[in-house]
Nanobody, 124 residues
Framework: VQLQASGGGSVQAGGSLRLSCVVS????????MGWLRQAPGKEREVVAV????????FYANSAKGRFIISRENMKNAVYLQMNSLEPEDTGVYYC??????????????????WGQGTQVTVSS
């Protein structure tokens, strides 16, 4: 399975971005899909995850109320709509996939399939 992320960029605080991830070489419905952020000087953080069927989602506290994760399995795609962006959201965002248990989706090391990352920069 390969993941191709896109949609990053530079915005001012309060702005929005939509990240997209296209899945190839596998069946997306077999995977929990998510977005993981690597910010400068910080540990990797699982920002948002959506369950295989789309029936459940997880958001980091920093993303709740501002980010929305969604998926379209028929289009082999996962999205992260990011609103009200803050400078603290700056980092490289990776699309990730995992076939493991839902109760482990908050652990960055659980993900064994990663995309190439897309840079998000939010200026104040």
């Amino acid at each position: 399975v390969q993941l191709q992320a896109s949609g990053g960029g530079s915005v001012q605080a309060g702005g929005s971005l939509r990240l997209s991830c296209v899945v190839s070489g596998g069946r997306p419905a077999n995977y929990n899909m998510g977005w993981l952020r690597q910010a400068p000087g910080k540990e990797r953080e699982v920002v948002a995850v959506i369950r295989r069927s789309g029936s459940a989602t997880f958001y980091a506290n920093s993303a709740k109320g501002r980010f929305i994760i969604s998926r379209e399995n028929m289009k082999n795609a996962v999205y992260l709509q990011m609103n009200s962006l803050e400078p603290e959201d700056t980092g490289v965002y990776y699309c990730v996939a995992d076939q493991g248990l839902w109760n482990r989706v908050t652990v960055p090391s659980e993900y064994d399939i990663w995309g190439q990352g897309t840079q998000v920069t939010v200026s104040s």
